[in-house]
């Protein structure tokens, strides 16, 4: 029993990272109705930004300025080139970001190598025992930063006038221009805090038990992919929901591997995408999405 409340505990810790990752591909979504398959080099850079420059100038100035980062990485993309193929088949602008990842990535792996970069946490290796439970003390503050960070978007999103500006601009493009919102300036910011995010989450993602930042942590943002997919891409709850989902299946999947063998190893990396395939079969739209009717 107590080692099943652990991998519970460490799944929703790590659903929660993965929730701040799949309500970046929310974000763009909802703003701007293309799937963003570059948010793994955002990812990547606001991780390797921070880990440059911990040594330097402390951790925490170091994080903020590797949120900071990733945010103007995000913001410089759409700027840059998202925006000029405004008015394109949104099918096309989702090739033009996978063009982007694989610019950005190519770069940062080269700057990374082989090596294995830590980011100065001051978390470590400490953690918490409650009876026979343990939690790694980064688990722990994963949930705690995920849940306020949420928190602050979701109240956003719902009560500021960013917000209001961004549900219009989702419900009808068209309209919401037409009744003043500057469409740009809502696509702009989508895609720094979509980077903001997501830098936040490489943290998470590279501290204790994992040794630190390498060239294969952006794969992780391809995990958080299903949790937007099975939570529906144009809702914000279904973002939470789904990373939950996606952390706590792995998490079971892992711990359990050893009585899973006869199918295979590496399930724990497989689980979520069966999750996604086995909820989209019931719900297209996904869990919380919206779902279109068309008439014929």
Known sequence: ?????????????????????????????????????????????????????????????????????????????????????????????????????????????????????????????????????SLAHTRIAAFVAAVLLIGAFLLAFRYTSWGVAMRAAAESSETAALMGVRLGRISLSAWAVAGGLAAVAALFLTVFPTPGLERATSLAALKAFPAAILGGLDSTTGALVGGLLVGVTESLATGYQSDLTFLGRGLGDLAPYLVMVAIVLIRPAGLFGTKELARV
């Open 1 to 133: 029993m107590s080692t099943l409340a652990e991998i519970l505990l460490n799944g929703l810790s790590l659903g929660s990272v993965y929730a701040l990752i799949a309500l970046g591909f929310v974000v763009i979504f909802r703003a701007t109705e293309v799937v963003n398959f570059a948010h793994a080099s955002l990812l990547l850079a606001g991780g390797y930004i921070t880990a440059a420059l911990h040594d330097d100038i402390g951790f925490w100035p170091a994080l903020l300025a590797g949120i900071a980062g990733a945010a103007l990485v995000g913001a410089a993309v759409e700027f840059l080139v998202m925006r000029r193929y405004r008015g394109s088949d949104h099918s096309v602008l989702a090739i033009v970001t996978i063009g982007v990842d694989i610019l950005l990535t190519t770069e940062l792996t080269r700057r990374i190598g082989t090596d294995v970069i830590p980011l100065g946490d001051p978390w470590g290796d400490a953690v918490l025992k409650l009876g026979p439970v």
